[in-house]
């Protein structure tokens, strides 16, 4: 636990003067390519050590609005790409060096086990059709018994890209085949292969604040820099995208604008409309993750900005398996054969296939009526949940929009309440959940935290909402 | 297959161009950030279109061997890293613009369906035990209902971890603990993630000549230089190692030491060793890729090299399931804590951990007493598939080494015989095997080809042999 806390504490510190010095950069305080002051003359600045400075120094590299030289000190980046040399970081370990900014938090988090379980974005396993799933495994391996032993082709089982096809052509688009989709494992291994396909560090890329968390990391990791475009309840301010699509040309926009993880919030027909027209005029591709677009508790959303792309800007992630078999890990990736083909060639590299064993035993269960029952069914369950974590946080006098669908509430706290201190003494009395932090890309969102009503029943969800408004009022 | 033919001339004459100028800026001719002959120039000092010559120096670049300055050339690289940033190519498309070089060769030839398949380096499906793991399937859903409900953690399945840890500390160490190692899917993924992880882009790697392809793609496409380290059926040349390790500092070794791929050879025990202590010496990660370990025909290899780590220099690849269960995609990662710790992290970015369905399945086989009969069985079936290989291809005069385990012949043609002709006709005659350019990360081993004797049943080696003998004779 001690390192959790220690971590958490200096990241608060040392991404305090990171936010101070991007606005500074952003306001003009310092041109491209003009020298920042030094390290020593930072830590003085903002009255902290030297590390601290320092780590507040690469988090701006990592996010490109910096680049160090050697002996020299930190620059301010200009639109050109610059060298990726960094100084010697004082404390650098001899031996293996880890390269990028490899890290993880909601990891660091949703690994704690804890009884009250509001991090993990996850349906309750006692809300999956377990059993019947069994025994449609059973009757998958009667009917390809050779499955085990046969490999997937990179891009995906053909049985399964042309059922999803089929259903997508359905739901959004007349126009779909099976050779427009490419399946991975999962939505994250889909976001890591765009990255590492489109993107080259320093790129600029549009980013929603706050976001998923995994997301920021892959992009974080990748090297780009992040510029953010606030989601609210009524979806964006096009007028701020399209300023950043003008001035800084992103190479993409990564969005969830159906039932926002971890807002809800969901982007009216309107703007999806226009994002499409914004994104084929400054040609950023837009990256559309669509995972709880079935886990609506009132009406159905409206359609994807998928269903409005004519010239291949979009991008179309659909985490099929997540409501229904998250153990298989499904994700559909839809999208012009202009970045399919790269991406199928991306994702032969990274693991030459998704395992067929996983496809088949989807499919099967995709194209059954069990399916469709099962998702209302869960609907109605999520929706039950998310009801009584309202009710027990009216007591909290925190504020929320309520979600009309997905599996997170997204709430502002008071202003005076430490978010850190409550999720130490949480973590304490065994509850967990997402400091709003983790999900802003540019250390915002303090006094947010996620809860997801979605992984513990209805019970632990009354007394877990009950128990953290007591801890609350504590501290 | 016009595709494929073009993209194979093309190569050729590029390639050729690639290996000459390396050859030129490795004797010296000019020293580091020394400008290059213009495009225009070496085109015709090689008597090859502009657009050819431009190929062969982005090849250079990718390699790290040069770096362009916008609007002014190409330089030689030096020993600290280089602008990112490239000319202009002539060609490049108006849109989407994919990073690196994201190309699988391997994968353009496999993709092709043929009746004689021995370019894959697969198991032959009729060859496992498709009946008896549907079995264990049906068993494994029986003793974990919420199977298909449950989420893998990162590092993989604790259970699993535990049973392999057990397995590999009676055979290699006795100190190898499940917090030592993680599950990947697939080898390939291991390497990717180790690349990911360990290397930036122009770091200095070395590489076996020949090697594994799909590692080839993955370190070309991270940008890093490849330096080359010969192997033969006794070995490395173990003075060279030292120089290549003393002079460019690599970041990491990656082999395949024991029953190499493509050439069959295995690395003496004294040369294991002293590898072990050179890699600690110059701080070089060893990447141990030990995927045929089992596949011995006589007697079993030596000792893994990474048996004799002490100092945490050896990542070690185990892919458990290539000659049971090929569908699971099942491979071991483990090494030391300061290499398996940012593993993990790298892992749960690249897709929070490989499907716990998977991992069970592969478990519970793995502790049958139906595994190890079954890999008696398999040594046996593929040692008879080499062996009527070895004798058919008697009446083509080529050479090779017998090898003692893994699935491939590595065959040295007659001199003037065109490989890539060789390949195009064979394919139309539905053969596919692998010409030896794709082995090599630095465009040798054109008169190379690699055959594998384990996807195809005896009948149709005899069969494809002799067609592809009488093909040789044709062309």
């Known amino acids: 636990m001690e390192s959790l806390e220690d971590g958490l504490e200096e990241r608060r510190r040392y991404v305090r003067i990171r936010d101070a010095l991007a606005q500074r950069i952003a306001g003009g305080e310092w041109r491209a390519h003009d020298k920042l002051p030094s390290v020593r ?5 903002y009255e902290v050590n030297r590390l601290t400075a320092y780590k507040a120094c690469r988090l701006l ?17 200009g639109d050109e790409p610059a060298p990726e040399s960094a100084a010697a970081p004082p404390d650098a370990p001899e031996g293996l060096r880890v390269s990028g900014r490899l890290r993880n938090e909601m990891f660091d988090i949703q690994g704690i086990p804890v009884a009250y379980q509001f991090s993990q974005a996850l349906i309750d396993p006692n809300l999956l059709p377990n059993l019947y799933m069994s025994e449609y495994v059973k009757r998958v391996f009667d009917l390809y018994p050779k499955l085990i032993g046969t490999y997937a082709t990179a891009q995906g089982d053909e049985e399964l890209r042309e059922a999803l096809a089929g259903r997508m052509s359905a739901d959004m688009r007349d126009d779909l085949r099976r050779d427009d989709l490419l399946i991975t494992t999962g939505a994250q291994q889909a976001i890591d292969l765009i990255s590492r396909t489109f993107l080259r560090s320093r790129d600029a890329i549009l980013i929603e604040r706050p976001t998923y968390s995994a997301a920021i990391a892959i992009f974080r990791h990748q090297g780009v820099r992040m510029l953010p475009v606030d989601i609210r309840p009524d979806g964006y301010d096009l007028a701020q995208v399209e300023a950043l699509m ?28 226009r994002l499409v ?3 084929e005029r400054y040609r950023c591709l837009l990256v559309e993750d669509d995972a709880f677009r079935e886990m609506y508790f009132e009406e159905p959303p409206p359609p994807p900005l998928f269903a409005y792309d ?19 890990r499904i994700c559909a990736v839809a999208g012009h054969r202009t970045a399919i083909a790269p991406l199928v060639t991306a994702k032969s590299l990274a693991d030459n296939g998704t395992p067929l064993v996983n496809q088949k035993i989807f499919l ?10 099962h998702v209302e069914k869960l609907r109605t369950a999520l929706q039950i949940r998310r009801d009584i974590m309202e009710e027990e946080l009216c007591a909290t006098g925190w504020q929320w929009t309520t ?3 997905g599996l997170n509430l997204w709430l502002r706290t008071n202003e005076d309440l430490e978010v850190e201190a409550l999720l130490r003494e949480s973590l304490r009395q065994s509850l967990s959940f997402v400091p709003g932090a983790i999900c ?20 632990l969800v009354r007394e877990g909402v009950r128990r953290l408004a007591a801890i609350a009022r504590t501290i």
Do not use: C
């Open 41 to 45: 003359q930072l830590a003085a600045q």
């Open 310 to 328: 004519t010239e291949g800007w979009v991008v179309y992630l659909r985490s099929y398996s997540k409501y229904v078999a998250p153990g298989l």
């Open 277 to 279: 027209e914004l994104a």
């Open 246 to 273: 003008r001035v800084h040309r992103p190479r993409l926009f990564y969005m969830n604008p159906t039932f926002h993880n971890p807002t809800g919030y969901t982007v009216p027909t309107a703007q999806r409309k």
């Open 403 to 405: 979600p009309r669908g």
């Open 61 to 77: 590299q990592t996010d490109g609005w910096i680049y160090a030289k050697e002996k020299s000190g930190y620059y301010v980046s």
């Open 364 to 373: 099967h269960y995709l194209l059954s009526e069990r399916m469709r029952q």
């Open 440 to 459: 802003d890309p540019f250390g915002g969102s303090a006094s947010h935290i996620r809860l997801s009503y979605a992984f513990a029943n209805e019970s």
